[in-house]
DNA sequence: TGTAAAACAGGATGACTGTCCTGTTTTGGA
DNA sequence: TCCAAAACAGGACAGTCATCCTGTTTTACA
């Protein structure tokens, strides 16, 4: 009972939104009453806090931790979840982006709960990247980029990409960015001393 | 009066969402009666396709096209963006986020007619950036990466770290994507023939 | 079997939502 | 000056919202 409530509201705050999302949709769809779903999620904040922590986490961990643990290499990790989740976006024929980054826009400023939460799964997303360009460096392989800011760039423009493809309804720009990624960051000759001593005094 | 419907409602719609503004909020803050707000917006719909059309629109043509038309080159209008911002969000102590971004992603998929408009305004600014590589790559200056490409990823990073710093509450992951960004992408000798053609068979 | 707690049912409630309607005032051109 | 149209005032309207309440059923354990 509390799992089919958990299911539908994920589905519900991915497609439509926290605050777009009644209640009382809820209750209909999952099939439960309010007595119940109020036993088990006293406040829709409690719901939403139940679906971040448990959900959004779930889908982070699966899509891109788990196969960056699994790859080869960071590039390589990197380059196969994009490829993945293009090929998904397209075969199912539409965007709904990602479910962090549509609650991170939705509540991150609604609420500080929220904001803490989905701030959390960020941070070890951006990490799991890290450790596996640092794990890369160590073993002697290539990448000489710092691995904070890579992984940072990284969850950025994978973020980025999704919400261009959401708003287009077309995944290519997903293509477009890690080809752009591809042929620029992940090279292994990529970058140089002198530049990006420059560019740290500038900033 | 339009004028000050509009201030009101692109302040609210960026600081709480679409849907967490209500009319009636709007309508007290902007000091206007519910007769004059429905003279000039018959629904909230079309308050907010105005916002988006003129206030959104702009903010993007003011904070990245207009800089990039200005910059000496591509990369150095991408760089002066990303340090502008970033030291702006850094100054003001707090983090909004993108507006184009906030809305794109809490309307998108909640009415045909907004994310047509969003769309456009994604697409005009890619736009902007990849004309002005092909006038870099015209003029013979570096950068030989595909201009949609490194338009796409610009726009994608800088829109994925904004999500960051917006949940984080920190700008500082802007500098870490810029970085990233000089390091790699934007280097002149970045990327090679060879992996960018096996990169175009697997995808 | 007995019993206390958890799980659930189903509706009540009051606040709030977006929209619209009927008047009144202001404006701009003839 | 006159008049039609635009601009605005102020509130009514029906509907929806999240929350909470009082009972009833099920479960877990002794």
């Known amino acids: 009972m509390r799992k089919k409530v958990l299911d539908v509201a994920e589905e519900a705050?991915?497609?439509?939104?926290?605050?777009?999302?009644?209640?009382?949709?809820?209750?209909?769809?999952?099939?439960?009453?309010?007595?119940?779903?109020?036993?088990?999620?006293?406040?829709?904040?409690?719901?939403?806090?139940?679906?971040?922590?448990?959900?959004v986490a779930a889908a982070v961990e699966e899509t891109w931790i788990a196969p960056m643990r699994m790859a080869p290499s960071a590039r390589e990790g990197v380059r196969s979840v994009f490829a993945a989740v293009a090929a998904e976006l397209e075969q199912q024929g539409f965007v709904r982006g990602c479910p962090l980054n549509n609650l991170a826009h939705e509540l991150s400023l609604a609420d500080p709960d929220f904001r803490i939460a989905l701030a959390g799964?960020?941070?070890?997303?951006?990490?799991?990247?890290?450790?596996k360009i640092s794990a890369d460096q160590q073993a002697g392989r290539e990448l000489g980029a710092d691995?904070?800011?890579?992984?940072?760039?990284?969850?950025?423009?994978?973020?980025?990409?999704?919400?261009?493809?959401?708003?287009?309804?077309?995944?290519?720009?997903?293509?477009?960015?890690?080809?752009?990624?591809?042929?620029?960051?992940?090279?292994?000759?990529?970058?140089?001393?002198?530049?990006?001593?420059?560019?740290h005094r500038a900033l």
């Open 121 to 131: 799964i960020f941070s070890t997303w951006r990490q799991a990247i890290a450790d």
């Open 147 to 199: 691995p904070q800011r890579f992984a940072a760039l990284a969850v950025a423009s994978y973020s980025g990409a999704m919400s261009m493809a959401k708003t287009a309804q077309d995944a290519s720009v997903l293509r477009d960015c890690l080809m752009a990624l591809e042929q620029g960051v992940m090279s292994s000759k990529a970058g140089t001393r002198r530049r990006s001593r420059i560019l």
């Open 13 to 55: 705050f991915q497609a439509r939104g926290y605050h777009a999302s009644s209640m009382g949709d809820l209750m209909a769809t999952a099939g439960v009453t309010g007595g119940a779903l109020h036993h088990h999620f006293p406040t829709k904040k409690a719901l939403a806090l139940a679906v971040i922590e448990e959900r």
